[in-house]
C-alpha cells in the first residue's frame, strides 16, 4: 500500500510540473506591439445566481505600446426586451478609450492601473421619456492571470464619474464603482 501511495505521489508530481514549461518565457507578460481582445461580463451581485444570463456585453482591444504602457478601445451594447407585446426594447450602447499603466511583477500575473474617457447613450423604452446621452471618465485597478499562454482571465474594478444630459437639457453628474471579470486573448 506504501509504495502505491509513494507511485501515484510521484506520477502525480511528475505530470503537475510537467504540464506547462516556463523555460524561455512562456508565460511572458506583454510587451510592446502586441495586442489583446477581450469579453468582459459584471457579475451578478444583486442576491440571484452569480452568473445570471446577461442581455449584454462588452468587447475591448489593447494594445501595448511599451512593456508597461498600453492603450484600450472597448464597445458595449445592452439590449433589454421584457417580452410583453407591444412594449419597447429599451437600450444601451457605449465607446470608450483609456490608458494602462502596467507593473512589474510575477510571470503569469499582470497588474495594472489606469484612467479613461466614455460616451454612452441610454433609451429606457419607456413611451415619454428621452433618450439620455452620457459622457464620462473613470480611474481602474486590474489584474490579468495567465492559465495558458497568451490567454488569461482577469478582474477590474474601478471609479467613474459621468455627466448625464437629456433632450430637456438638464445635465447630472453621477458617480459609480464597478467591477467586472474576463476572458482574453493576445497576439
Known amino acids: 500500500m506504501k509504495k502505491l501511495l509513494l507511485i501515484t505521489a510521484l506520477a502525480t508530481f511528475s505530470f503537475a510540473t510537467a504540464q506547462i514549461s516556463t523555460n524561455a518565457g512562456t508565460f ?12 468582459n461580463f459584471t457579475p451578478n451581485t444583486q442576491g440571484s445566481a452569480f452568473f445570471a444570463e446577461s442581455n449584454g456585453g462588452t468587447l475591448m482591444m489593447r494594445s501595448f505600446k511599451s512593456d508597461t504602457k498600453a492603450t484600450r478601445l472597448s464597445a458595449s451594447l445592452t439590449v433589454l426586451d421584457s417580452g410583453v407585446s407591444g412594449s419597447n426594447t429599451a437600450f444601451s450602447a457605449g465607446i470608450g478609450y483609456g ?33 439620455v446621452f452620457t459622457i464620462g471618465g473613470d480611474l481602474f485597478l486590474g489584474a490579468d492571470y495567465y492559465i495558458v ?39
Open 99 to 131: 490608458i494602462e499603466n502596467h507593473f512589474s511583477g510575477a510571470e503569469r500575473l499582470s497588474t495594472f492601473w489606469g484612467y479613461g474617457a466614455n460616451l454612452g447613450l441610454v433609451d429606457t423604452g419607456v413611451s415619454g421619456v428621452d433618450a
Open 28 to 39: 511572458n507578460k506583454p510587451a510592446a506591439g502586441e495586442t489583446a481582445f477581450e469579453v
Open 149 to 187: 499562454p497568451k490567454v488569461y482571465i482577469g478582474t477590474e474594478i474601478g471609479y467613474g464619474l459621468g455627466i448625464v444630459a437629456g433632450d430637456d437639457t438638464a445635465i447630472g453628474l453621477a458617480g459609480s464603482v464597478a467591477g467586472n471579470l474576463r476572458l482574453g486573448f493576445r497576439l
